[in-house]
């Protein structure tokens, strides 16, 4: 199983990014992001097959650890004040992360 998840998570992943909103209004600072573009990486552009990953099984439910992962990408933000845009770029860290499935 644990073979199966590591040789996928790419597949997995991009079908989560499929699903994720392109354009985003940042209640906080009263803007929106436009033309987002966010992926989950291999940390500091490492390879996807050198991943530390771990499968273990947690009251009935199947959890797979990763790590040495990050959020990278890029989107437009308009100032909603004076309606400039600029280019941002997006950049965090993922120390571990869990996928957590459930057979039922």
């Known amino acids: 199983m644990k073979e199966v998840i590591d040789k996928n998570f790419r597949v ?3 079908h989560i990014e499929s699903k994720v909103e392109k354009n985003v209004y940042l209640e906080e600072i009263n803007a929106n992001i436009d ?4 992926k989950i990486l291999p940390k500091s552009g490492g390879e996807w097959d050198k991943l530390e990953s771990d499968l273990f099984f947690d009251g009935g439910q199947i ?3 990763l790590s040495n992962l990050e959020f990278k990408g890029s989107g437009v933000i308009t100032d909603p004040e004076t309606g400039v845009k600029d280019t ?3 950049r965090a860290a993922l120390d571990l992360c869990q ?3 459930s057979p039922e």
Request: hydrophobic share 60%; no cysteine; proline share 0%.
């Open 12 to 14: 997995i992943l991009d």
């Open 35 to 38: 033309n987002l573009d966010l």
């Open 63 to 65: 959890v797979t650890e």
């Open 88 to 90: 941002i770029d997006l």
């Open 99 to 101: 996928i957590v499935l």
